[in-house]
T-cell receptor, first 112, second 113 residues
Framework: GENVEQHPSTLSVQEGDSAVIKCTYS??????FPWYKQELGKRPQLIID?????GEKKDQRIAVTLNKTAKHFSLHITETQPEDSAVYFC???????????FGTGTKLQVIP | NAGVTQTPKFQVLKTGQSMTLQCAQD?????MSWYRQDPGMGLRLIHY???????DQGEVPNGYNVSRSTTEDFPLRLLSAAPSQTSVYFC????????????FGSGTRLTVV
């Protein structure tokens, strides 16, 4: 089955700096890669996703990159703000099948 | 449109008791899943369903049963609760296999004593 590794497990940045979270996956058939943000005590919420036919996707301060050859994808957050503090999960999914494998999460702390 | 509704939000069980966690969605999503979330272990799939009448096991199915009699509902049953089942449980649904990201319920925090 799919295995998703996520690094780092914790990340502290100064407000205004950039944050990068990296994930690798094992199943070359995976073709959909969502990212979720989970604030303390709340449900995970989808913040951005990318499909395997795209190398990069941006949405305001958030971007995701995908390297299919190396089987890794990354989340980039620029100009971080205190409200970006949360746990971020990456995930990998095979198209046509809803079984999603999640990474173990990264706790991001943005220091004002 | 309420999205994915989970009940209860909190529950304390004694070892050996059984209970059902309820999950309902009103988005006509085909796919529904149950995850448990434990510190440092991310979200692990318990059971999932690709449509009414069809269910299958995920990564950690032992001690749990599911059924999908309707498109809307996907209850999770704990047969005989154990302390190892203390966790936060999330139900999630997704429209179809093309993948547009899961919609999660608000979660159930379960403690087994």
């Amino acid at each position: 089955g799919e295995n998703v590794e996520q690094h780092p497990s914790t990340l502290s940045v100064q407000e205004g700096d950039s944050a990068v979270i990296k994930c690798t996956y094992s199943d070359s058939a995976s073709n959909y890669f969502p990212w979720y943000k989970q604030e303390l005590g709340k449900r995970p919420q989808l913040i951005i996703d990318i499909r395997s036919n795209v190398g990069e996707k941006k949405d305001q301060r958030i971007a995701v990159t995908l390297n299919k050859t190396a089987k890794h994808f990354s989340l980039h957050i620029t100009e971080t703000q205190p409200e970006d503090s949360a746990v971020y999960f990456c995930a990998a999914m095979r198209g046509g099948y809803q079984k999603v494998t999640f990474g173990t999460g990264t706790k991001l702390q943005v220091i004002p | 449109n309420a999205g994915v509704t989970q009940t209860p939000k909190f529950q304390v069980l004694k070892t050996g008791q059984s209970m059902t966690l309820q999950c309902a969605q009103d988005m006509n999503h085909e796919y529904m899943s149950w995850y448990r979330q434990d510190p440092g272990m991310g979200l692990r799939l318990i059971h999932y369903s690709v449509g009414a009448g069809i269910t299958d096991q995920g990564e950690v199915p032992n001690g749990y049963n599911v059924s999908r009699s309707t498109t809307e509902d996907f209850p999770l049953r704990l047969l005989s609760a154990a302390p190892s089942q203390t966790s936060v449980y999330f139900c999630a649904s997704i429209r179809d296999g093309r993948g547009y990201g899961y919609t999660f319920g608000s979660g159930t925090r379960l403690t087994v004593v």
